[in-house]
């Protein structure tokens, strides 16, 4: 098994049994496999150890006296929030390992065990705590580092979104991205590969939209010296280069069924043959795909092949369009602000009554077209704070977008009742669209149905067993 020798930091394990034996004999077993090794006889040692030293794993034992091991998982977790804990004990049953997780335990080991399963124990403790660790670093640092703005948000729908993209970026399956254009279908793919054990290896994009299916078979397969008018010399393709990371093919739908069959061939078999060679090779590359087309529709009407839908869809991720999250527009807005101000050297700041006037639009052009908005605003508007007519909003025909948020004696709603109002119109649409059907409404506005009737709840929508839909 793969051991953590090799690792800037040896991964730590913090070893809690009264027995000297069991304690020495587990701790022998764990530093064989090069792993550094604590010790503790008691829970309070165990605890100033979790104080003085970051530890990756507790292992503790259960029945001890005088603190037990259920008690020290409480009080560990104040201390060392981030340290994963394994409970050992003799005495197993369901009801010990059900309270041991509720007082925080990862994971349960009954005594007496062999070395493999206590090693594969800690190792799978290891691993969450390296993708807890992977989610931590796309909420915050990732974030400001891979400039993700399109995916700040606060809405349900990125809430449900980002939590996908999470659980889905450990594992190797293929993704589909679906959604429109300008909502931000390349900046998920790249989250995915950042949270993912690819992370260090490349990350390779293509637009299946911008090359001719010629050179997009050249571009992804690469091509031999000789192969075609102007191959000079061989030349590696894109998955090769992305060997060991991650592709994302964008806009695969704008594809003709013969180069969809060809990239077939190469998800079914995992091997390569450039243009002009005979010979195949391996590649080890994750893929992601992107579409902003109703893909299903798509293969209905014989456009796609189903059988490439299937392969490319094990997962799909919807990034929702910017009006069904219209509560994102001030943190989207903010973020832009904030992003021309380093670009441009020249401070700018939002007016709340600006922040109403972009919330009353429907952005056909999503989040890139609401930066646009904003670095123009940025670099014309000569005051320092921006105000609505900053934001000339290409209007369109009545009905296809929010109407402006109510005012009260004559004053314009502050920020927090501008959302508010703004989340409220879309639900009630929502809700009509749906003649009341709570799951479907839901499924419109990319949201759980619990989320949904959380939302009306507070907003004060009446639900659909109610008379009347406020």
């Known amino acids: 098994m793969d051991t953590p020798a090799s690792a800037a930091r040896k991964a730590r394990v913090l070893v809690v049994d009264d027995q000297r034996n069991m304690r020495a004999t587990t701790a022998l077993v764990l530093r064989a496999e090069g792993f550094d090794v604590l010790e503790a006889g008691s829970g309070e040692e165990a605890l100033a150890a979790l104080a003085g ?44 390992a059900v309270e ?57 729908a990125m809430q449900e979104l980002t939590a996908r993209i999470s659980r889905v970026a450990p594992a190797n399956a293929t993704v589909l991205v679906i959604g429109e254009s300008g909502t931000g279908k390349e900046l998920v793919a790249r989250a995915i590969h950042a949270l993912s054990a690819r992370a260090s290896a490349p990350f390779v994009p ?90 299903e529709r798509e293969v209905q009407e014989k456009r796609f092949r189903q059988d490439l839908f299937y392969r490319l869809a094990v997962v799909t991720l919807r990034v929702p369009p910017l009006r069904e999250r219209l509560e994102d527009v001030p943190l989207l807005a903010q973020a832009f602000v904030e992003r021309a101000n380093q670009r441009n050297k020249r401070p700018k700041r939002l007016s709340s009554s600006a922040v109403e006037h972009l919330m009353t639009y429907a952005y056909p052009g999503n989040v890139r077209e609401l930066e646009n908005l904003v670095e123009q605003a940025c670099a014309l508007a000569e005051a320092e704070e921006l105000g609505p007519e900053d934001f000339p909003l290409r209007r369109r025909p009545s009905g296809d977008h929010p109407s402006p948020p109510p005012t009260s004696a004559g004053a314009p709603l502050n920020l927090a009742d501008a959302v508010g ?31 949904l009737w959380r939302k009306m709840k507070r907003l004060g929508i009446k639900t659909p067993a109610d008379p009347v839909l406020s």
């Open 421 to 451: 109002e703004a989340e409220r119109r879309t639900i009630v649409a929502a809700l009509e669209a749906s003649k009341a059907d709570l799951a479907r409404a839901a499924e419109l506005l990319g949201v759980s149905s619990t989320t």
């Open 53 to 96: 030293q970051p530890v990756d794993v507790l292992l503790t034992d259960l029945r001890m006296e005088p603190m037990d091991g259920l008690t020290l998982l409480r009080r560990a977790k104040e201390v060392a929030p981030h340290t994963q804990a394994i409970v050992m004990t003799a005495y197993g049953s369901i009801e010990t």
């Open 100 to 156: 041991s997780i509720r007082s925080g335990a990862y994971d349960y080991i009954t005594k007496p065990f062999k070395e493999g399963e206590l090693l594969h124990h800690v190792s799978r403790a290891l691993e969450r705590g390296r993708l807890l660790n992977a989610v931590q670093l796309f909420a915050g640092e990732f974030s400001k580092r891979h400039e993700l703005s399109a995916l700040v948000g606060q809405s349900g």
């Open 206 to 295: 293509v637009n299946c939209a911008a090359i001719t299916e010629s050179l997009l078979e050249s571009e992804l397969f690469g091509h031999a010296k000789g192969a075609f008018t102007g191959a000079v010399k061989t030349r590696r393709g894109l998955f090769e280069e992305a060997h060991g990371g991650s592709l994302f093919i964008d806009e695969v739908t704008e594809t003709t069924p013969a180069f969809q069959s060809k990239l077939l061939r190469v998800l079914q078999e995992g091997e390569v043959r450039r243009v002009g060679e005979n010979a195949s090779f391996t590649v080890d590359v994750r893929i992601v795909a992107a579409s902003n087309r109703d893909v």
